[in-house]
C-alpha cells in the first residue's frame, strides 16, 4: 500500500478520535517566522549554524515530547525517516556534486549572451536543483557583466528564473516538488508542467531582454569596447560530476514504487535510492580536485544551515499537517485557484518546502471529506496538486527569503560590489510590477 493511503488511512480513522488543537501549531507558526526575520532583524546572531540548531531543538524537542505523549509518535517517526532524511540526502547530494563543477571564462556581456545564460539555467535547474544551478552559473554570470555599469536587473531575474522558476519539471528542481514526490507523485509526472514552465521561464527571458537591451545601451562605450576586448572562453572543470548528477537523476526517477513495487509495502527500501545518492555525493568528493572546490568556494557551512532548519521544521510541522488533514473543510480552501495564491502567498513569506506539504495535506483532508471521483495523484486531485507546485515554486522569488537560493545569490551578488534592492525594494521594483502579473497571467491562462 502506497505510504500516503497510508498515513490517510490513519489521519481519517485514529485522528477524529485524537483531535488535534489549533495551538499546537504554534511552534511551526515561530519556527517560519524566526527562518524569515532572522536575517533580518539580527543578521549576526543568526549567521553561526548552531544558533540555528538551538532555535530547532528549542521549538521542535518540546513538540516530539508533546506529540508521543498525545500518541502522535508514529507520524513523527514517519516524517523524520521518510520525509526528512531523504530530503536532506537528496539537497545534500545535489550541493556536493555541483559544489564540485566550475564554469571558468568571460565572455562578451551582450543582452543576447546574458539572456541566453538564464535560459540554460532555467533548464538546468530542474535537473540540478534551483540551488546547484544558481551556485554554478551566478559567478560566471557575474564576471561576465563585470564591465557593465547596469547589471542589477540581470540578478534580479536570474533569481526569479534560475533560482526559483526555472526548477518547476522534475522533483529534483526544488525542494517543494520533491517532497511531494517523496508523498507519491510520480517522477515523471511534473514534467506536463512544461506549459506553465515555458511560459512564465519564456515571459520573464522576453522582458529581460528588453530591459538589458534598455540599460545595455545606457552603457559607457569604452566599457563595451572593452568587454568586447577581453574575451575568455567557458570552460567546464569537475566534468565527472556531470555523470554524478546524471546517476542522482536516474536513481530519483527509477528507484521509487513505481519501478520497484516493494518500496510501496515497506517504506525502508525507499533508503536504496538514499544509498545511491549518498554514493554518487562520496564518488564526486573523491575524484574532484581540490581546486575545483575551492575556486566555488565551496564550504559545508549552507547544506549544515539547511540541515539544522529544517530538523525545527519537520517536526514542528507535524501538529501543523495534522490539523490540516483533520479540519480541511472548516478552513476554505477547495479550488485549485485558491490552492495556487494561498500556497503562493505563503510560500513568498515563508520557506515553500513546508508550505507545499502543508497544502499538501489539506488536500489530502479535503479529498478525505470530499473525495474526488477521478484519477488521484498521491492521494488528490492532479489540478490541486498542479496548483499547489507551481505556486510553491514561482512564488519563492516573491521575495529574497521565499526560497533558500535567493538570498545566496543576494549575497553574492553584494559580495562583488553590486549594489542590490532592500527586502521591501525587491518586491516594490520587481517582483510586485514583474513577477506577479506574469504569475496571476499563468494563472488565468492556464488554472481557469
Not at 473543510?329 to 515563508?350: H, N, P
Request: charged share 10%; hydrophobic share 50%; aromatic share 12%.
Amino acid at each position: 500500500m502506497p505510504l500516503h493511503k497510508i498515513n490517510q488511512n490513519q489521519i481519517t480513522v485514529e485522528h477524529e478520535i485524537l483531535s488535534i488543537p489549533m495551538w499546537a501549531m504554534i511552534p511551526f507558526v515561530l519556527m517560519l517566522l524566526t527562518i524569515a526575520i532572522g536575517p533580518l532583524m539580527f543578521s549576526h546572531w543568526w549567521e553561526e549554524n548552531k544558533n540555528k540548531l538551538i532555535v530547532s531543538l528549542i521549538l521542535g524537542v518540546p513538540t516530539a515530547v508533546w506529540l508521543i505523549i498525545q500518541h502522535h509518535s508514529h507520524e513523527l517517526m514517519h516524517t523524520m525517516l521518510f520525509d526528512y532524511i531523504p530530503f536532506i540526502i537528496l539537497l545534500g547530494s545535489l550541493f556536493v556534486i555541483t559544489g564540485g563543477i566550475h564554469l571558468k571564462g568571460d565572455i562578451q556581456a551582450k543582452p543576447a549572451v546574458n539572456t541566453l545564460f538564464l535560459a540554460i539555467g532555467a533548464v538546468l535547474a530542474s535537473f540540478m536543483g534551483t540551488t546547484g544551478a544558481a551556485m554554478l552559473l551566478i559567478r560566471p554570470l557575474i564576471k561576465t557583466n563585470q564591465q557593465r555599469q547596469y547589471k542589477v536587473q540581470t540578478i534580479l531575474f536570474f533569481i526569479a528564473i534560475v533560482a526559483n522558476c526555472g526548477g518547476l519539471l522534475t522533483p529534483l528542481g526544488d525542494p517543494p516538488l520533491f517532497l511531494l514526490y517523496l508523498k507519491g507523485a510520480p517522477f515523471g509526472w511534473f514534467f506536463h508542467l512544461w506549459k506553465e514552465w515555458l511560459f512564465v521561464n519564456g515571459m520573464l527571458l522576453i522582458i529581460y531582454f528588453l530591459v538589458d537591451t534598455y540599460f545595455y545601451k545606457k552603457e559607457n562605450p569604452k566599457a563595451i569596447q572593452f568587454d568586447r576586448s577581453n574575451v575568455e572562453p567557458l570552460k567546464i572543470q569537475g566534468g565527472l560530476n556531470l555523470l554524478f548528477l546524471l546517476g542522482v537523476v536516474l536513481a530519483v526517477a527509477f528507484i521509487n514504487p513505481q519501478y520497484i513495487p516493494v518500496m510501496g509495502e515497506n517504506p525502508y527500501y525507499g533508503y536504496l535510492r538514499d544509498a545511491t545518492l549518498l554514493l554518487m555525493a562520496v564518488l564526486s568528493l573523491a575524484t574532484t580536485r581540490k581546486s575545483v572546490r575551492s575556486d566555488n568556494k565551496f564550504t559545508w557551512t549552507p547544506i549544515t544551515e539547511v540541515a539544522f532548519l529544517f530538523l525545527g521544521i519537520f517536526v514542528t510541522m507535524v501538529p501543523a499537517l495534522l490539523y490540516l488533514a483533520t479540519n480541511a473543510k472548516q478552513i476554505g480552501v477547495d479550488t485549485v485557484q485558491e490552492f495556487y495564491y494561498a500556497a503562493g502567498s505563503l510560500s513568498s513569506f515563508l520557506d515553500n518546502a513546508p508550505t507545499a506539504v502543508s497544502f499538501y495535506n489539506l488536500a489530502l483532508g479535503l479529498q478525505a471529506a470530499v473525495p474526488y471521483a477521478g484519477e488521484l495523484i498521491a492521494g488528490i486531485s492532479p489540478s490541486v496538486l498542479t496548483g499547489i507546485s507551481i505556486g510553491a515554486v514561482m512564488f519563492g522569488s516573491m521575495t529574497y527569503i521565499g526560497n533558500g537560493p535567493n538570498f545566496m545569490v543576494k549575497a553574492i551578488a553584494e559580495e562583488n560590489k553590486i549594489n542590490m534592492p532592500s527586502f521591501f525594494g525587491y518586491m516594490i521594483k520587481f517582483s510586485l510590477i514583474v513577477l506577479l502579473p506574469i504569475y496571476i497571467l499563468n494563472q488565468l491562462i492556464f488554472l481557469g
